[in-house]
């Protein structure tokens, strides 16, 4: 069987056949799908396979910015600020807010995950009230928030790859 191309390339002639004849094809493979058990087994292989070459060029792509970025730059995101005197020291002690910018997750699952027990807990609480009650704040050292950044590409493999990655790196902590 031979097609004249003309001053067509082949993918351009694949191309406009495929969209000439996609309700046909796509009708073919859905049947191949429902009676081949070998031939679906061969495509949920294949669509896990690039799930997970996907997967891996996110982590890469993550790890990368981190070499070039090695340091996390507080000034970039919006987050509340105290400074606290800790066994005589003065100590620079951030909101959430900068610890969920670091790992690029929203305050809530941050939050979510810290009462779940599954980061380490934060470094200092303090109480505050308002209207409707008191209101619990959560204190994060600097090294912490650089700590949780330089782990952060690890999330891209999965939440539980990278709470093992943060285990390894924390250790045991209560919780």
């Known amino acids: 069987m031979s097609t004249d191309l003309g001053s067509r390339s082949v993918s351009d002639y694949n191309r406009e056949y495929y969209a000439e004849h996609k309700e046909e094809i796509s009708r073919k493979r859905k049947e191949k799908y429902r009676a081949d058990p070998a031939y679906r087994q061969r ?27 090695p340091r996390f730059d507080l000034s970039s995101v919006s987050h509340r600020e105290t400074v606290v005197n800790i066994d005589g020291q003065a100590k620079l002690l ?76 924390f250790g045991d902590w209560e919780s």
């Open 43 to 69: 495509m949920l292989e294949r669509e896990r396979e690039w799930r997970e070459k996907k997967k891996q060029e996110k982590f890469e792509l993550a790890s990368a910015l981190v070499k070039d970025v």
């Open 94 to 169: 951030v909101s959430s807010s900068a610890v969920a910018a670091a790992l690029g997750v929203a305050v809530r699952t941050l939050t979510s995950w810290l009462k779940d027990g599954k980061l380490p807990p934060p470094d200092f609480h303090s109480e505050v009230s308002r209207r409707d009650g008191l209101f619990l704040r959560r204190w994060f050292s600097t090294e912490y928030v650089q700590s949780m950044y330089e782990l952060s590409p690890w999330l891209s493999l999965g939440r539980d790859v990278f709470f093992e990655k943060v285990r390894e790196s």
